[in-house]
């Protein structure tokens, strides 16, 4: 079992940034494979950046190199640094792990929101 505990959401201007942090509590963090993705309202949820056990990263195309994900196996902690945050960027961002045996566990959520 893995409990995930996201922070660092909020409200923020168009052009500003923000860090998400999700601290997951369980063990073997540093094998399990960890992803940020996100939810508008009235759309799908949406992969936006994952980081492997072995470290391979892979951003979605709308990150257009704005977005810095990141892990640190000694804290059981991943963050998504954000900049040049748009309005559509504005979702609820999840963190995801997909464990070595392949479970999958969610946080609860964290709210970004950009205003114009």
């Known amino acids: 079992q893995v409990q995930l505990v996201e922070s660092g959401g909020g409200l923020v201007q168009t052009g500003g940034s923000l860090r998400l942090s999700c601290v997951a509590f369980?063990?073997?963090?540093?094998?399990?494979?960890i992803a940020w993705y996100r939810q508008a309202p009235g759309k799908q949820r949406e992969l936006v950046a994952s980081v492997e056990s072995g470290g391979s990263i892979n951003y979605a195309d709308f990150v257009q190199g704005r977005f810095t994900i990141s892990r640190n196996n000694a804290a059981n902690t991943v963050y998504l640094q954000m900049n040049s945050l748009k309005a559509e960027d504005t979702a609820v961002y999840y963190c995801?792990?997909?464990?070595?045996?392949?479970?999958?566990?969610w946080g609860q959520g964290t709210q970004v929101t950009v205003s114009s």
């Open positions: 995801k792990v997909t464990t070595a045996w392949g479970l999958i566990f």
């Open positions: 369980g063990r073997s963090f540093a094998s399990h494979d």
